[in-house]
């Protein structure tokens, strides 16, 4: 399942978003000659998707390069734990909790989030609640340096988030601790403010990237970057 040479490298996508939405950086890293695998979160619960996304990586022969997107920064930093293959860790746009911290926590800490307002809840048959951004407002609050017409198709196949998994605090051995980790930083990011994302890194004495006027969708709009940063963790990994 994994190039003999490189690692594999598993991207994680976040809430409101899917694993195709990663296609730009895929082909960018397959150029290189990376296994890559789109994992899909399931975005049920902290717990639960780190279990899914651990399963996969435990599968995977040869180093391992986590990759995640916004929430699926909380699951990167659980399923990686302990995981003897795992050799870097990405967070673009993504959050980096340590135990007792939720998404929802670490977006409030500082001020800046405006996503709150552009949520719309589903009313599960068990008591939860799936949340979308309303597509009107998706490009606004999510993407706005992407192409009207590619936020248009995300904002039609994002992928909804429930109230309790960003409600979900980390529990035990985040990755972070232990494994090399490097940060893209959205500056523009209406979903996780910029104070918190660099509180984030300083905390992970993470190597960060910085992009001015970048929105959280920040691995559609500038993929190149994006890929970029995953090659260098990717090398650093395995030296």
Do not use: C
Not at 6 to 30: C, D, M, N, Y
Not at 139 to 166: C, H, K, N, S
Not at 216 to 238: K, Y
Request: proline share 6%; hydrophobic share 45%; aromatic share 6%.
């Amino acid at each position: 399942m994994a190039n003999d040479s490189k690692p594999t490298i598993v991207l994680v996508h976040g809430a409101f978003a899917e694993s195709g939405g990663w296609g730009p950086v895929v082909e960018r890293l397959q150029g290189e000659g990376h296994t890559v695998i789109a994992a899909a979160n399931p975005l049920r619960s902290v717990a639960y998707d780190a279990a899914q996304v651990r399963a996969l990586v435990d599968t995977i022969d040869g180093p391992v390069v986590l990759v995640g997107h916004s929430y699926g920064g909380m699951v990167i930093s659980k399923a990686g734990a302990g995981a003897e293959n795992v050799t870097a860790l990405v967070y673009v746009a993504g959050f980096a909790p340590e135990a007792g911290e939720s998404a929802a926590a670490l977006s409030s800490q500082f001020p800046g989030s405006s996503l709150g307002e552009t949520l719309r809840p589903v009313p599960l048959p068990d008591g939860n609640q799936d949340m979308y951004v309303a597509q009107e407002l998706y490009r606004g609050q999510f993407a706005a340096d992407v192409p009207e017409e590619t936020t248009r198709l995300m904002a039609a196949t994002q992928r909804p988030i429930t109230v309790a998994a960003l409600n979900e605090p980390a529990e035990g051995l985040q990755a972070w601790a232990s494994v090399p980790s490097f940060f893209l930083i959205a500056e523009a990011d209406k979903n996780i403010p910029l104070a918190a994302h660099r509180f984030m890194a300083e905390r992970a004495k993470g190597e960060v990237v910085s992009i001015e006027g970048a929105s959280h969708a920040v691995f559609a709009s500038q993929p190149a970057e994006v890929a970029d940063l995953i090659l260098r963790a990717a090398r650093t990994g395995v030296q």
